[in-house]
Nanobody, 122 residues
Framework: QVQLVESGGGLVQAGGSLRLSCAAS????????MGWFRQAPGEEREFLAA???????YYADSVKGRFTISRDNAKNTVYAEMKSLKPEDTAVYYC????????????????WGQGTQVTVSS
């Protein structure tokens, strides 16, 4: 069992940056694939990025070049560095963990955090 807690969300102006963190506990962290999804009101949960235990990363086209995912296994933490934020980035951002390789599908992840709100103003 893995527990995930996101932090770092908040209000930012368009064009600004935020760094999200996800702290993991409960089970070994280093062999899990970690990812970030987001969900805006009235919309489906959207894949953003994933990072494998090897360091290989995957990004959705909507955030490629603006978001960077990284992990620090010693701290049991995964990060999302977000820049050039747009109002359409406003959503609840969720951290996730699983044992599959390179998936962008919600159903391939086993554990989820409660989410952190990111609001981007015009």
């Amino acid at each position: 069992q893995v527990q995930l807690v996101e932090s770092g969300g908040g209000l930012v102006q368009a064009g600004g940056s935020l760094r999200l963190s996800c702290a993991a506990s409960g089970r070994p962290f280093s062999r899990y694939a970690m990812g970030w999804f987001r969900q805006a009101p009235g919309e489906e949960r959207e894949f953003l990025a994933a990072i494998m235990w090897t360091g290989t990363t995957y990004y959705a086209d909507s955030v490629k070049g603006r978001f960077t995912i990284s992990r620090d296994n010693a701290k049991n933490t995964v990060y999302a560095e977000m820049k050039s934020l747009k109002p359409e980035d406003t959503a609840v951002y969720y951290c996730t963990a699983g044992v599959v390789w390179g998936s962008s599908r919600q159903g391939d992840y086993d554990y989820w955090g409660q989410g952190t709100q990111v609001t981007v103003s015009s």
